[in-house]
């Protein structure tokens, strides 16, 4: 039994993962034979495009529930920031590179998401109720405090967001689609929070701490620190996704960022991550996004109407929780479960060890 | 406020909360009467006070029930959506025809859907939470939007009006001594949840699952059970919320007071329920809703403050009861261990 652990909790991650992406392939075959429209080019180059942003706010909603739980403030943190980023380039006439508008949105992030981290972090309060409190405040500043709305992007902001890495169109539709200059951010955020993660002592520190705080603080871990920092880090990654999101539809829209963390902590836990912390991989957390993309992409593809999107995504956030916790329970049977199956779970495995003795 | 103050089963620190609440509530109170003492002390006022805190003080209570438990109930919104959208939707479709004695047949027939819809919804909940084990806020984060989706679809995504004036005007505009009826309702079921909640077995094991669930379950509790029973109570109470909006704005729709969910967790929390589960008070919620409702109309009173100001001044208040609750806990407990180590 217990050697079985290690490889059972592999195997089944590798599983969540393979389980998305035959669920990917199945939907892109069927809507292909639908409409004939999904291995077009354009449709393809659409999908990466709308890909982008997801994918980065769910960096932030990946990193909270695999060291605390699930964070909501993202979406906000990166209409905050991005709009003091675009104010600044709008009142200084700034016409220098784009870097240090990105520059000045993650200082933006780093100071919010550091107050969600502190909150966290200092008064162990539940990180889903302190994020929606922040989130409502952050709200407040941008719509009450800065009357933010919509306005259109300062030349430097609008270029980059002209700027594409590759261009198609498709022959039979004439319609053309780019893919922008944000993709290469989205994927070199990923890089280097793979490398983070895996190949240094605090990004194991991030797991630990998701997995057990106890023996985390045992083996030398800052709890603490570690979780004050993950916020801040995701904080500033959210401010990235907000700068990328506003270049890329060419206008600052401050209402169109409330209501994304749902769709994005449906795609992260869809891809295997657990919910209770430590578990989780960048590579589920991608698959995860793309199947939620395709969702919101395609059903107009498919002939569904779009009022049955926000059903079929409540479905999949259900549908994906219940099989990851499925499987965490079975795995991890009494650890975090307070109830009375666990309980029985947990029993059954005392026992085996027992005999095994 | 007295009377109810003696129905306390509750530790030495919870009176601390409620003694705060209660300076708080007088505090705002005055403010309120010296700074605009002709618009905050008018009658007008206090009956749309009465009328405004009914719905989400009854949605308060579904939440605050779920959090006493360990969990949380984030669909509570979408449930009293729902359940409006169907309530108007059979009204719609049995009423136009009937009159008389008929129609209020009908009515109450339409209410019991709405009624049914909430009792559903939450048994949906409750089953994610206890037998699918799914932590309650993800369950309902998820159920949020599923409910959601489901009341756009059935109702085409658009308001559903039109419903008989008689079920409007009966709710919505009887007045009692000046109060209005829906006020009663909800007076009622604080004193129904009240009772419920510190006098019968369902409540007392209600607190014991969030304080500790391994110790209930040990001691012969059915948790799942008494969970499932938890988020029907929170859905029941959600669409009774659901129906009264229905009769108060003569419509609804999928998306309406999507600001409360922050309300409703705001007054909980201020309510001094603990978000960890297992301590806090019926009327500890009652306090809070009422004092939300006296600061949200004294804002009001002044039209140069903007709408956007009330969120953030709602996410400043939630923290900050959280961080002042959580040290005053702590002293408590240090005042505790200080008089044990003595």
Same mark, same amino acid.
């Given at each position: 039994?217990?050697?079985?652990? #290690?490889?059972?909790?592999?195997?089944?991650?590798?599983?969540?993962?393979?389980?998305?992406?035959?669920?990917?392939?199945?939907?892109?075959?069927?809507?292909?034979?639908?409409?004939?429209?999904? *291995?077009?080019?354009?449709?393809?180059?659409?999908?990466?495009?709308?890909?982008?942003?997801?994918?980065?706010?769910?960096?932030?909603?990946?990193?909270?529930?695999?060291?605390?739980?699930?964070?909501?403030?993202?979406?906000?943190?990166?209409?905050?920031?991005?709009?003091?980023?675009?104010?600044?380039?709008?009142?200084?006439?700034?016409?220098?590179?784009?870097?240090?508008?990105?520059?000045?949105?993650?200082?933006?992030?780093?100071?919010?998401?550091?107050?969600?981290?502190?909150?966290?972090?200092?008064?162990?309060?539940?990180?889903?109720?302190?994020?929606?409190?922040?989130?409502?405040?952050?709200?407040?500043?941008?719509?009450?405090? *800065?009357?933010?709305?919509?306005?259109?992007?300062?030349?430097?902001?609008?270029?980059?967001?002209?700027?594409?890495?590759?261009?198609? #169109?498709?022959?039979?539709?004439?319609?053309?689609?780019?893919?922008?200059?944000?993709?290469?951010?989205?994927?070199?955020?990923?890089?280097?929070?793979? *490398?983070?993660?895996?190949?240094?002592?605090?990004?194991?520190?991030?797991?630990?701490?998701?997995?057990?705080? #106890?023996?985390?603080?045992?083996?030398?871990?800052?709890?603490?620190?570690?979780?004050?920092?993950?916020?801040?880090?995701?904080?500033?990654?959210?401010?990235?996704?907000?700068?990328?999101?506003?270049?890329?539809?060419?206008?600052?829209?401050? #209402?169109?960022?409330?209501?994304?963390?749902?769709?994005?902590?449906?795609?992260?836990?869809?891809?295997?991550?657990?919910?209770?912390?430590?578990?989780?991989?960048?590579?589920?957390?991608?698959?995860?996004?793309?199947?939620?993309?395709?969702?919101?992409?395609?059903?107009?593809?498919?002939?569904?109407?779009?009022?049955?999107?926000?059903? *079929?995504?409540?479905?999949?956030?259900?549908?994906?929780?219940?099989?990851?916790?499925?499987?965490?329970?079975?795995?991890?049977?009494?650890?975090?479960?307070?109830?009375?199956?666990?309980?029985?779970?947990?029993?059954?495995?005392?026992?085996?060890?027992?005999?095994?003795? | 406020?007295?009377?109810?103050?003696?129905?306390?089963?509750?530790?030495?620190?919870?009176?601390?909360?409620?003694?705060?609440?209660?300076?708080?509530?007088?505090?705002?109170?005055?403010?309120?009467?010296?700074?605009?003492?002709?618009?905050?002390?008018?009658?007008?006022?206090?009956?749309?006070?009465?009328?405004?805190?009914?719905?989400?003080?009854?949605?308060?209570?579904?939440?605050?029930?779920?959090?006493?438990?360990?969990?949380?109930?984030?669909?509570?919104?979408?449930?009293?959506?729902l359940s409006a959208i169907v309530t108007g939707m059979v009204m719609k479709a049995l009423v136009?025809?009937?009159?008389?004695?008929?129609?209020?047949?009908?009515?109450?027939?339409a209410?019991?859907a709405g009624?049914?819809t909430?009792?559903?919804?939450?048994?949906?909940?409750?089953?994610?939470?206890?037998?699918?084990?799914?932590?309650?806020?993800?369950?309902?984060?998820?159920? =949020?939007?599923?409910? =959601?989706?489901?009341a756009?679809?059935i109702s085409g995504?658009s308001t559903v009006s039109g419903i008989?004036?008689?079920?409007?005007?009966?709710?919505?505009?009887?007045?009692?001594?000046?109060?209005?009826?829906?006020?009663?309702?909800?007076?009622?079921?604080?004193?129904?949840?009240?009772?419920? =909640?510190?006098?019968?077995?369902?409540? =007392?094991?209600?607190?014991?699952?969030?304080?500790?669930?391994?110790?209930?379950?040990?001691?012969?509790?059915?948790?799942?059970?008494?969970?499932?029973?938890?988020?029907?109570?929170?859905?029941?109470?959600?669409?009774?919320?659901?129906?009264?909006?229905l009769?108060?704005?003569?419509s609804a729709?999928?998306?309406?007071?999507?600001?409360?969910?922050?309300?409703?967790?705001?007054?909980?929390?201020?309510?001094?329920?603990?978000?960890?589960?297992?301590?806090?008070?019926?009327?500890?919620?009652?306090?809070?809703?009422?004092?939300?409702?006296?600061?949200?109309?004294?804002?009001?009173?002044?039209?140069?403050?903007?709408?956007?100001?009330?969120?953030?001044?709602?996410?400043?208040?939630?923290?900050?009861?959280?961080?002042?609750?959580?040290?005053?806990?702590?002293?408590?407990?240090?005042?505790?261990?200080?008089?044990?180590?003595?």
């Amino acid at each position: 039994m217990n050697s079985l652990t #290690t490889k059972k909790l592999k195997k089944s991650l590798v599983s969540t993962e393979f389980f998305v992406l035959v669920l990917i392939v199945l939907l892109a075959v069927f809507i292909e034979m639908q409409s004939g429209l999904f *291995f077009t080019n354009n449709n393809l180059v659409d999908l990466l495009r709308s890909m982008i942003v997801p994918s980065i706010f769910a960096l932030c909603a990946y990193l909270g529930f695999i060291s605390t739980g699930p964070d909501v403030s993202f979406p906000l943190i990166a209409a905050l920031s991005s709009y003091i980023a675009t104010q600044f380039v709008v009142i200084t006439g700034f016409q220098g590179s784009i870097a240090i508008v990105f520059l000045v949105a993650i200082a933006v992030g780093l100071v919010l998401g550091s107050i969600n981290g502190f909150i966290i972090a200092k008064y162990n309060f539940p990180s889903l109720i302190v994020t929606l409190g922040t989130s409502t405040i952050f709200s407040g500043i941008l719509l009450g405090a *800065f009357e933010a709305s919509r306005m259109e992007l300062p030349a430097t902001m609008a270029d980059f967001g002209r700027q594409s890495l590759l261009a198609v #169109t498709n022959a039979k539709a004439g319609i053309g689609s780019s893919l922008p200059m944000t993709f290469l951010i989205f994927v070199g955020l990923y890089i280097i929070v793979y *490398f983070v993660l895996n190949h240094t002592m605090a990004g194991r520190g991030v797991f630990a701490v998701g997995g057990d705080e #106890t023996s985390a603080e045992r083996a030398g871990f800052n709890v603490k620190l570690i979780r004050f920092g993950v916020f801040t880090v995701s904080g500033a990654i959210a401010a990235i996704a907000g700068v990328c999101y506003t270049v890329e539809s060419l206008y600052y829209l401050p #209402t169109e960022f409330a209501g994304e963390e749902m769709i994005v902590i449906a795609a992260v836990i869809l891809g295997g991550t657990r919910l209770m912390g430590g578990v989780g991989t960048l590579k589920g957390t991608i698959l995860g996004t793309l199947l939620i993309t395709i969702v919101t992409n395609s059903l107009i593809l498919v002939g569904i109407p779009v009022y049955w999107q926000k059903f *079929f995504i409540g479905a999949i956030i259900i549908i994906g929780t219940a099989i990851s916790v499925i499987q965490s329970h079975n795995l991890f049977k009494s650890k975090k479960s307070k109830d009375s199956k666990g309980l029985q779970n947990s029993e059954v495995v005392i026992n085996e060890t027992a005999q095994k003795q | 406020m007295k009377l109810l103050k003696n129905n306390s089963l509750s530790l030495n620190q919870l009176d601390g909360n409620t003694a705060r609440l209660l300076t708080m509530f007088v505090a705002i109170f005055l403010v309120a009467s010296l700074t605009k003492p002709d618009m905050f002390l008018s009658s007008g006022n206090f009956q749309s006070m009465s009328k405004q805190l009914v719905e989400y003080g009854l949605l308060s209570l579904g939440v605050g029930i779920a959090m006493i438990s360990g969990g949380i109930d984030l669909s509570v919104v979408y449930i009293a959506n729902l359940s409006a959208i169907v309530t108007g939707m059979v009204m719609k479709a049995l009423v136009l025809t009937a009159v008389g004695p008929e129609l209020l047949l009908f009515i109450l027939i339409a209410v019991l859907a709405g009624v049914l819809t909430g009792f559903l919804c939450g048994a949906f909940n409750g089953f994610l939470i206890s037998k699918l084990h799914i932590p309650a806020m993800l369950a309902t984060l998820g159920t =949020m939007q599923l409910y =959601m989706g489901i009341a756009i679809i059935i109702s085409g995504g658009s308001t559903v009006s039109g419903i008989p004036r008689v079920f409007s005007q009966l709710i919505s505009n009887s007045y009692l001594f000046g109060i209005p009826l829906s006020f009663f309702i909800y007076l009622f079921v604080v004193g129904f949840i009240i009772f419920i =909640m510190s006098k019968t077995k369902f409540g =007392m094991r209600v607190f014991l699952i969030g304080t500790n669930a391994r110790a209930a379950a040990f001691s012969g509790i059915k948790i799942n059970n008494v969970l499932i029973k938890t988020y029907i109570l929170s859905g029941l109470l959600a669409s009774l919320a659901g129906i009264l909006s229905l009769a108060r704005l003569s419509s609804a729709k999928a998306d309406f007071g999507s600001s409360y969910i922050m309300q409703t967790i705001l007054i909980v929390v201020l309510g001094g329920i603990n978000p960890n589960g297992g301590y806090g008070t019926i009327r500890g919620i009652f306090l809070a809703t009422i004092t939300v409702q006296v600061i949200s109309s004294f804002l009001n009173m002044f039209p140069e403050i903007s709408n956007y100001y009330r969120d953030l001044i709602w996410g400043v208040a939630v923290i900050g009861v959280l961080i002042v609750n959580f040290s005053a806990n702590k002293k408590t407990t240090a005042k505790l261990a200080k008089a044990t180590a003595n």
